[in-house]
């Protein structure tokens, strides 16, 4: 009669109650009239009041919605509603039981009313109250059986009680396997949306890297051919004379190689992460460390020395490293305390990611075992990918209980060390 029972199996259990009810109270009109008792008509008018009370409560309860249905320009029902654990479905309940009790004086096949009686007791009110009105019913139930016939006899007090025990039973293991089926649905959902969120954050991921991979090629392949193009040019435009007649094609070619270049560093600049179109590296980095939260984790960010303009597979591999470092020291080192530096140096710029947590062997696990390769492609191996990439070096320092602190080394472009690595 609440929200649960607008399943199948409830309904079909309501229905059953209901046919159960009205066939003890037609059986106890039914004896009344062929015995020819004195009390008939007495009985006939209490078994039909409370027929019409059950009635009246069992409609009032079956027309009210459900939590969660939906009734549009419906007005909203009283509060009085026939419901388990309203002041209104104890007062009919209250009612019933007087009616039921009055007809138990009147007729000793009234006690057998007492087993829908116990059902509707269970669920119309707490379990602290039921249980101790299920007593007094099997009480009563016994008491007329033994008033009536003038005699004690063990069937007399075992069915009453055997009824509210099965009752009982039965309710509380309802109860037991329906809260179960809620805690499977509930994790059924959250599996579900967990998978829909793992999906959504595979395709952005998925996304992201290969708008990573085109902005490298073309900044490896299109951008630095047409850069060599363009010097190459200008330095034959320098060797022409004044007035040769190739100056102004060489002069062309050099400005179309020029606005060629131009766009396709826009290219790459539009491909770039998120993170990185608005603001700095530097921003990104900060952001990165304000956003990461994980229990009794503080993250800070600093940056050493001068900071200089960097081409954008620079920064990538420079914030993803961070991501990745960081991500590993959320999920895996149980720190308290992490810290990245972003160090600009003369001729190289360095990132270096230090946490206080439990540390591991960089020599003694494989490395999905490591806690920085099982990222889903971020682990170290990518690391040092990237960092190979440029020309740089990769460097994790770790021990059990130790810490870890891993260093991302990159040449300066147009440095010594980038043209000896």
Not at 284 to 302: D, G, H, K, N, Q
């Amino acid at each position: 009669m609440d929200s649960r029972s607008h399943t199948h199996v409830t309904a079909a259990l309501r229905l059953c109650l209901h046919a159960l009810l009205a066939g003890l109270l037609a059986l106890v009109v039914v004896r009344a009239v062929s015995e020819g008792a004195a009390d008939t008509t007495a009985v006939v008018a209490v078994t039909l009041l409370t027929a019409a009370l059950y009635a009246a409560g069992a409609a009032r309860s079956s027309s009210v919605q459900p939590k969660g249905s939906v009734q549009p320009k419906a007005p909203a029902r009283p509060r009085t509603s026939v419901q388990p654990g309203t002041r209104a479905g104890a007062w009919w309940l209250g009612g019933l039981w007087v009616l039921w009790a009055a007809l138990l004086v009147l007729s000793p096949d009234a006690l057998w009313v007492a087993f829908p009686l116990y059902f509707l007791q269970l669920h119309f009110l707490p379990m602290r109250w039921a249980l101790p009105a299920v007593v007094v019913t099997a009480a009563a139930a016994i008491t007329s059986f033994v008033v009536h016939r003038q005699e004690i006899e063990p069937g007399a007090f075992i069915g009453p009680l055997i009824g509210a025990a099965v009752a009982v039973a039965t309710v509380l293991g309802y109860d037991a396997l329906f809260r179960e089926s809620e805690r499977r649905r509930e994790l059924i959902v959250e599996l579900v949306a967990t998978r829909a969120d793992l999906a959504e954050a595979e395709r952005t991921a998925g996304t992201l890297a290969e708008r990573e991979r085109l902005a490298r090629e073309i900044h490896d392949t299109l951008a630095q051919g047409l850069s060599s193009i363009q010097l190459l040019l200008r330095a034959a435009e320098r060797s022409l004379p004044e007035n040769a007649p190739a100056t102004p094609h060489v002069r062309a070619a050099r400005e179309a190689a020029q606005a060629n270049l131009a766009e396709a560093r826009s290219f790459v600049r539009a491909l770039t992460p998120p993170d990185l179109e608005h603001g700095s590296l530097a921003a990104a980095l900060e952001r990165l460390c304000a956003r990461t939260t994980a229990p009794e984790l503080t993250v800070r960010f600093a940056v050493s020395g001068t900071p200089v303009e960097l081409p954008t597979p620079y920064e990538v591999a420079l914030l993803r490293t961070a991501q990745s470092a960081l991500a590993n020291t959320v999920r895996h080192a149980e720190a308290r305390r992490a810290e990245i530096t972003l160090s600009f140096m003369d001729t190289s710029v360095a990132l270096d990611v230090v946490d206080d947590g439990r540390g591991f062997d960089p020599s003694g696990a494989p490395v999905h075992e490591r806690g920085t390769g099982g990222d889903g492609g971020f682990g170290l191996p990518a690391m040092r990918a990237r960092a190979g990439s440029l020309g740089g070096a990769l460097s994790v320092e770790s021990a059990p209980g130790q810490g870890t602190a891993v260093a991302l080394t990159l040449p300066l472009p147009g440095t010594e060390a980038e043209r000896a690595a």
